[in-house]
């Protein structure tokens, strides 16, 4: 199930699905440590001699964040039992507490009390085993806890009232199916500490008056032992829980509004999904670097593994978007992440885990018998070329300096020297898709670019006869690809070359990645082999109103179904990116903004995107949310707006390119 819901500050990352229970918890890092691993944090109302989990068929449920901040503001009427319960979740901008805010509303004539259960089910370090979980009464509060990760669970209600009962138990043992089954004759046990494989729960009491609403305020507090969370509790306890959500509410709303930008006629919906975009991604970028790809841990049940990884190649295009929107600090700490992860031939190994270390990986160290080097070429261009993209914007050498000779030569000295000596074309690497091997015309765009990026930095830094070598190997490149990767009999670029026997054999298949010929400035937008290119891909590749990746993807691919494949976010937004470049009126930025909407229906009601969608009933598929789907989106807005002032400078001018977003300038 894709997550609905994400909230985090940097070191936390929160997923709630539709029913608004915690599904994920991350921390310290942003992806790693899931303390919850896609396990339920129940919760319910007692009222009226009955429990109402939130999973109950009677809730009818809203999901939304609040405008232009990263808390939630969700909605649950359940008209039977006559209540309504809006939930407002927030992880605090700085300190490493979620808090989750309930505002419980009877909508009967009469008083009632009502109860809400709040039931946690941690996995602390990922796994269940030597847990504790123990009630403080100093505290009035449960802890969780193992080796250096300790979650405190307390609250209050609007009538200062904390913790009116507790339990602890064991959980998938013997006949223990949880602590929540303790819950559902609206009495809690007491039981105070539990060992192994253990969960907990916990009972707060209001009075509501007829049509009037209450609140419960409960938090989890994470820490590395006793001292750390109570201190924190403590704190948060005397600031008060409004006040801290007051806090990252006016901090959240000043982030996401740091540039005053005129979004021309894009339409309300349009902006409040790059502004809910703009904050997940934020969510997903860990505060010591990483942007990590995904953190839905239901895809663990798809192949084991997770999207909880910084690609590089994600990272890059995601650090992109970010300086296009004016966030240079955190791409600041990509760049610094990704510094010490160059191996000593120069390139970047295939993803990386958020604290640095090397990921999971499916790219052999053998091919066809002999030892080949894992490599994903793109990964390594995308990260130079979005490092000098990041110079451009900030024009901060002092930052950029140190990278010259510990990022930008080795990487370039790579690329320059991973080509085919007779071709000039790169050596055959693994695809964007990670799927394939072989030369890639996405991957080969992707290296002229990032060869052009290093001459332009050889050239800042006075070093000329480096400049030179990139600016002639980016150029050779460049050559090569349009010679050997562009089929006359075609008339469109192929997907990948492969060299056999002296030979270069094209496979044809139409891929939407094919983009990047126009994208990464290899040729204009509307050179007609570019035009004819992007023309296969629209009429090979449309489905369900989008762009499926390739011809015949199988990638969670419905039996019997006989498009393309499934519509992906991304995909979708590089067509785009080709109608916004080929714009020379207003007019022709129509396409565009119609993709626009079609990724707004595409997201769910609060505005979080999926990275593809089924293409008969266009639920999300994969994961929930996806980074690089809301970074694209972010990038095709800005570019968007870009071109928007560039026609209207070119209708009172009447000169000059209209193709300047990712134009390179070609040197000698």
């Known amino acids: 199930m894709p997550r609905s819901l994400v909230v985090g500050n940097g070191n936390i990352l929160v997923n709630i699905d539709n029913h608004l229970q915690v599904r994920d918890f991350y921390y310290p890092y942003v992806g790693q440590q899931n303390h919850v691993g896609g396990h339920f944090h129940r919760w319910g109302l007692w009222v009226d001699g009955r429990l109402l989990w939130s999973t109950d068929a009677g809730w009818k449920t809203g999901l939304s964040y609040k405008k232009d901040i990263l808390v939630t503001e969700s909605e649950m009427i359940h008209e039977d039992a006559k209540l309504q319960v809006v939930v407002e979740d927030f992880v605090h901008y700085e300190e490493n507490i979620f808090v989750r805010h309930f505002r419980i509303k009877n909508l009967s004539s009469e008083t009632r009390t009502v109860r809400l259960f709040a039931h946690h089910d941690f996995h602390l370090y990922q796994d269940e085993v030597g847990d504790t979980v123990c009630y403080i009464p100093k505290k009035n509060a449960l802890v969780h806890y193992k080796r250096k990760r300790y979650m405190l669970i307390a609250g209050m209600t609007s009538d200062k009232e904390g913790m009116r009962q507790y339990t602890t138990g064991q959980k998938n043992w013997t006949h223990d199916e949880g602590s929540w089954r303790d819950a559902e004759d609206g009495e809690l046990s007491l039981n105070p500490i539990a060992q192994g494989a253990v969960d907990s729960a916990c009972r707060f009491d209001i009075l509501c008056p007829p049509h009037k609403e209450k609140d419960v305020y409960l938090w989890i507090i994470a820490g590395k032992n006793f001292e750390d969370v109570f201190k924190k509790n403590d704190s948060l306890i005397v600031v008060t829980p409004s006040k801290m959500q007051e806090d990252t509410e006016n901090f959240w709303r000043s982030w996401v509004n740091k540039q005053e930008i005129d979004f021309k006629d894009l339409d309300d919906d349009l902006v409040s999904l790059y502004k809910t975009g703009l904050l997940i991604v934020r969510a997903h970028s860990d505060n010591r670097g990483a942007i990590t790809a995904a953190n839905d841990s239901d895809n663990l049940h798809y192949n084991k593994d997770s999207y909880s990884y910084m690609w590089p190649r994600d990272g890059a295009l995601v650090a992109l978007a970010l300086d296009k929107a004016g966030y240079h600090e955190l791409t600041r700490r990509f760049f610094k992440f990704c510094r010490p992860l160059l191996t000593k031939q120069g390139f970047l190994l295939h993803k990386f885990n958020p604290d640095g270390s090397l990921g999971s990986s499916w790219h052999p160290w053998i091919l066809d018998g002999k030892p080949s080097d894992p490599i994903q070429e793109d990964e390594t261009a995308l990260v130079l070329y979005s490092l000098w993209k990041h110079y451009e914007f900030t024009k ?125 400035g290899i040729l204009a937008p509307d050179d007609p082999r570019v035009v004819s290119t992007m023309n296969a891909i629209k009429e090979k590749l449309s489905v369900a109103g989008g762009i499926a990746r390739y011809e015949n993807d199988y990638y969670h691919r419905k039996n019997g179904f006989e498009g393309p494949g499934n519509p992906w976010i991304i995909c979708t937004l590089w067509v785009a990116d080709w109608y916004i470049q080929k714009a020379t009126t207003h007019e022709q930025l129509k396409p565009a903004k119609e993709i626009f909407q079609w990724v707004r229906a595409a997201a769910n009601e609060a505005g979080v995107l999926p990275e593809q969608l089924d293409p008969d009933d266009k639920r999300p598929l994969s994961v929930a949310p996806l980074t690089w789907s809301h970074s694209s989106y972010v990038a095709s807005v800005l570019d968007y707006i870009s071109k928007y002032d560039l026609l209207t400078e070119q209708a009172k001018s009447k000169n000059g390119s209209f193709y300047d977003v990712h134009k390179i300038d070609r040197e000698p």
């Open 396 to 520: 901060d050498i002092e930052f950029v300096k140190p990278f010259y000779h510990d990022m930008v030569i080795p990487m370039g000295d790579f690329l320059a020297s991973y080509r085919d000596s007779h071709t000039k074309l790169p050596k055959p690497s693994y695809d964007l898709w990670e799927e394939q091997h072989g030369i890639f015309t996405f991957t080969t765009s992707t290296v002229v670019a990032a060869l052009h990026a290093a001459a332009k930095f050889a050239e800042l830094f006075g070093d000329s006869k480096r400049k030179d070598f990139y600016y002639r190997a980016s150029e050779e490149v460049r050559e090569a690809m349009l010679k050997h990767l562009y089929s006359d009999e075609h008339g469109r670029f192929a997907k990948k070359a492969l060299l056999r026997n002296g030979n270069i054999e094209l496979d044809m298949t139409v891929d939407a990645s094919l983009f990047s010929v126009f994208y990464f």
